[in-house]
Structure formats: C-alpha cells, structure tokens
C-alpha cells in the first residue's frame, strides 16, 4: 500500500512529498542546513557535525560526529559516515544540534484524539461513561476516523515522536473500512504504528465489582446486555487487520492484538488473541491493575478467586514477553515477580494516571527487577496532549513524592531509558529502535542546543527530561525519510486538514452531548462503585495521601 496515497474521501497532503518526492532544501543560516528526503531504499542522507545521544558516553553525549543514513536505517556513525556517503543529501548540524533517537509513543488511543480537554478529571470508571459512548449517532465514518487519526500524528511528528502503538477503541464496534481509515492515516503521514482493536467482548456486570450487587432493577438488563460484538467476528477483524496492513507502507506499519483488560473478555478469547499474537509475533496490550477498582476485582468476583489480575492472567498461562502491561500502577510484590519472570514489559503513563487518580505505578520496584519500562501518551483526552516531553517530564518528577531516599528516585538516564530502550521492547523491536547506531532504523530527532531548553547547556539527559517541550525540535526523519522539518509536517497539507477537522467535528457536538447526557444516567451507580472499592482494604496504596 502506497505511503503517500490518499486518505479516504480524498487527499489531504496535496503537493506534499511522497515517499520519494522532494522536499524543498531549506537553510535556517546558523542553525540546521535541510538537504532533500531520501528518495528510496537506496538513498542516503548524511548528517553533520551533530552531536549524538548515547547513554553510554561521557555526559550522554557523542560528536560533534557524523551519521549516515541508508534507505531506513543508519549505515554508519562517525568518521566512516564520510567515506561511504556518495550523493548523499546533507543535514548540517554545525555542532550545536543533537540527534537523539524518535521518541516512542508505546500506549496510545487515537479514537480520543478531537476530544482534549473535553472532560473534567474523574475516576477512570467515570471516565469511561463520557470517553467512548457507543451510541450509533457517534459511529464514525472512515472519513472521520482518518482525520482524528491524523490529527495526533500531527502533534507527534512535530515534537519528534517516530513511533506510536495505537490500542484503538471503535465504537460501537471496529468496522473494516474504519481501520483502513486509520492505518492509511498512519500511513500517509508517515509514522511508525503498530495498531491493535481494543475491543470488550464480555457485559457491562463482568468488568466491575459491586456493579450487578448495587445496579437498579431498571438498569440490570442493560448493564447485562451482550457485548456488541461476538468473539468471532472481532477475531475476523484481526484478519481484516493482520491480511491487509501487518507490514504495510515497507514494515512501517504492523498490526498488535489487545484484550482492552483481563476482566472485559473471557479466557477462549484473551487465548485466542495470545494465539495470534504467538504465530505472527505480535505485541499483545492489556491494561492491568490501572485502578484500586481492578484491584478490588480479585475478591468481589468469583472467577478471580481473590487472584489479582496479574496473578489470574499468569494462571491461564497469558503473561508472556510478547504482552504490554500497562499501567500496573495497583501492582503488589507477587505481581511484579510474575511480572518479571515473563519477560512483560509494564507500559508507564503518569500523566494519564494523575489526570484520572489513578495513583503512583511502583517504578523502582519494577525497575529492581529488571523490568523493561516503555512510556506512553494513553490518549488526548486523558492526557490533553499528544506530547511525549510532557510524559518524559512527569516520569521524571512523580516517582519522586513516594517517600522513598532521593537515591532510588528516577535519574534523567533511567527516565530516558524507558523512553527510547523501554520504548523499543514494548513494540518487540529491541535492537532496532531506540538508539543512534549502525543497523538502527532511522528514526530520528534532531533538537537545536541554541534553544531556551538547552541554553545555556549544563547537563544533556537533565534538559532533555527536564526542560525540553518539544519545541527544540527542528526535524523528525521517520525510516529514513524527513516527515517533519523547518516547522511544518512535510508529508500533509496541515492547514486544510486542520480546517476540516474543526468543521468536522463541529457537527459531531450536538451528538456528542446528547450521548454525555445518557450517559449522566449511570453516573451515580458507578460513582458508588468506585466509592465502595475506594473504602476497601486491599493491604496496599497507590494514592498520594494529603491532609
């Protein structure tokens, strides 16, 4: 499928670079000289007296130096960078530009992207009645799937996010040309995505404690109403997924699966999905433990057995190196331990979770184990930005209000290690994501050191976690080709696209208030849910106690 063709309805990136069109050169005088895309496999682009982020150097960082990129991937790194580049287009970083891998977006849902600053802070259990209402007035068409889609690529592209895994939520169910809607969204503007169908297959009473036990007589039928969609189908949509996109737009694009969380669908089906997950090698996303709500799961609901999510998801023989943990904020000891012994990789999003009080997932203790840690947006509408520089700052800072001796709080490497390395696991792309070295694919940042965030420059990784906003960034090269540079997406027409989305979604408001309104109705029944769990023992705490 063509990385440059048109979305559905029509194009949105007219006269903007295909995949092996022009971009216009472009020279920012004292700062960073922009050569043209790579044109193919075979193209090469050469980087210049930048300075590279490399962990392992003195101050984190290596250069000034050269690196050279060959089609999707970085051929070469230092003085060999010279000798082997042939017509290769330059990038001259003049010695004050740092070229740091492309950020790795590793949870995400891009249904949610109109939506920011669309609700006020709730419980997520509240949340969630307002978030995805499934009402059919709201069903999107692919048209409008594209453009909610591309409108976070936007933001991530410019901040110089490469990567994202998208867990997409389509309400009321996922049909096939809404996730071809979403993926050519992905493939148009250039991104890497691995995307999955988040999609509950159990009713409403399976996923909660108390909720069958306090619902009205009048809400029961409902709230025990089948999901809308049965296992089977939901598994020929991961066909439709798996056929047509896994390895789209030349490997850019993959397909993950996702169980949404272990009590929204029964064992057949989490195995079923882990099955697909084992024969094609795919990320498998499951939100655990987010909440003390999930954790009150384990002895409010029979099935459980006073098992924690963690402990009931190993016992069926489904915690594995492939799954993505995410959240794991109500993780105890025990479920780390399972955690760690199966090569898991916990998916970190503290920005979701301060938003939606969900508390403070246990980093040193994951990290103690050796635990891989990615970090993740979660989506727009929790989070209110699709900004990774505002993720990487918070990991910096909220793991250092849990009591423990300064010496265990997270150090800029270790944040950043999450962010790139922790990054790469998650997406089962370990040795080929995640650092600025021969073999890598080239996914790329490079950020202006003449910036506020970096002047004057003390310490590299501190400002990096600390201090940078995304604004540094100059340019984002995602598999070897510039999608972002000189201030705009090269690969989209920003302000028509833009325009459409405001007029679009205008039309939705009414719709979407109407279903906010319905959904008013369940409020108080899941406002005592959450209440009651919030009152119960569970012999650990994630919240942040104030007086």
Same mark, same amino acid.
């Given at each position: ?36 895309a ?46 082997r ?19 790795v977006?590793?949870?995400?849902h ?5 939506l920011?600053?669309a609700l ?34 936007l ?12 867990d997409?939520?389509?309400?009321p ?16 503007l250039?991104?890497?995505?691995t995307?999955a ?15 069958e ?14 999901a809308?969609?049965a296992? &089977?189908? /939901?598994? !020929? @949509?991961y066909?439709?997924l798996?056929?047509? +996109?896994?390895?789209?737009? $030349?490997?850019? %694009?993959? =397909? ?19 099955d ?12 655990l ?27 069926? &023989?489904? /915690?594995? !190196? @492939? ?6 904020? +109500?993780?105890?000891?025990? $479920?780390?331990? %399972?955690? =760690? ?9 503290p920005?979701s ?43 910096g ?6 009591? /423990? ?20 696991a998650?997406?089962?792309r ?18 202006d ?11 590299v ?18 598999a ?11 690969t ?15 039309g ?5 208030e ?12 899941y406002q005592?849910?959450v ?17």
């Amino acid at each position: 499928m063509s990385a440059g063709a048109a979305g559905p309805g029509g194009p949105v990136s007219a006269g903007a670079a295909g995949p092996g069109g022009p971009v216009s050169a472009l020279n920012s005088g004292p700062g960073v000289q922009v050569g043209a895309a790579p044109a193919g496999r075979g193209a090469q682009t050469l980087f210049t007296d930048v300075l590279v982020y490399r962990p392992d150097a003195p101050g984190g960082v290596l250069g000034p130096t050269d690196v050279l990129v060959e089609g999707d991937r970085i051929a070469a790194v230092g003085a060999e960078a010279r000798r082997r580049a042939a017509a290769a287009e330059v990038i001259a970083g003049h010695g004050h530009h740092l070229l740091v891998p492309g950020l790795v977006n590793a949870h995400f849902h891009s249904p949610a992207n109109h939506l920011k600053g669309a609700l006020p802070s709730l419980p997520l259990e509240l949340f969630m009645l307002y978030e995805s209402p499934a009402a059919e007035a709201l069903r999107p068409t692919p048209r409008e799937a594209y453009l909610r889609t591309a409108l976070g690529v936007l933001q991530m592209l410019r901040g110089g996010t490469t990567a994202v895994q998208d867990d997409a939520f389509l309400m009321p169910d996922p049909e096939p040309a809404v996730i071809d809607a979403i993926l050519q969204a992905y493939a148009d503007l250039g991104i890497r995505a691995t995307v999955a169908l988040d999609q509950p297959e159990l009713p409403e009473v399976a996923k909660l404690p108390f909720l069958e036990q306090f619902a009205p007589a009048e809400l029961l039928d409902e709230l025990r109403r089948p999901a809308p969609m049965a296992p &089977g189908v /939901l598994l !020929e @949509r991961y066909e439709h997924l798996i056929t047509h +996109w896994h390895g789209a737009a $030349d490997g850019r %694009l993959r =397909a993950a699966v996702s169980i949404s969380a272990p009590q929204r669908v029964s064992p057949e089906y989490f195995a079923a999905l882990d099955d697909l997950s084992r024969r094609h090698r795919l990320p498998l996303f499951a939100h655990l433990l987010e909440t003390k709500t999930q954790r009150v799961l384990a002895a409010e609901q029979p099935r459980f057995a006073g098992r924690s999510l963690v402990r009931y998801t190993a016992d069926l &023989g489904l /915690l594995s !190196e @492939r799954l993505n943990v995410i959240h794991a904020v +109500w993780t105890d000891e025990d $479920d780390l331990d %399972l955690i =760690a012994a199966a090569g898991s990789v916990i998916v970190h999003n503290p920005v979701s979770n301060l938003r939606l009080g969900s508390g403070v997932m246990p980093f040193r203790a994951a990290r103690d184990r050796g635990i891989p840690i990615a970090l993740g947006v979660d989506e727009a509408i929790c989070n209110d930005a699709v900004d990774m520089w505002s993720v990487v700052r918070t990991t910096g800072l909220i793991h250092n209000i849990t009591g /423990l001796d300064s010496d265990r709080w997270p150090s800029a490497a270790e944040v950043l290690d999450c962010l790139w390395r922790g990054g790469a696991a998650a997406m089962l792309r370990g040795g080929e994501l995640g650092a600025v070295a021969e073999g890598q694919l080239a996914d790329l940042a490079l950020l202006d050191l003449h910036s506020l965030a970096f002047t004057p420059l003390n310490d590299v990784p501190g400002q990096l976690v600390y201090c940078e906003t995304g604004s540094s960034v100059v340019l984002t090269m995602v598999a070897g080709r510039v999608v972002f540079e000189h201030g705009r997406v090269t690969t989209a027409d920003e302000a028509q696209l833009l325009g459409e989305v405001r007029e679009v979604f205008a039309g939705k408001r009414r719709a979407l208030e109407a279903a906010h309104a319905d959904a008013g109705r369940l409020f108080p029944l899941y406002q005592r849910v959450v209440r009651a769990a919030a009152a119960t023992d569970v012999g650990l705490t994630r919240w942040v106690a104030s007086g």
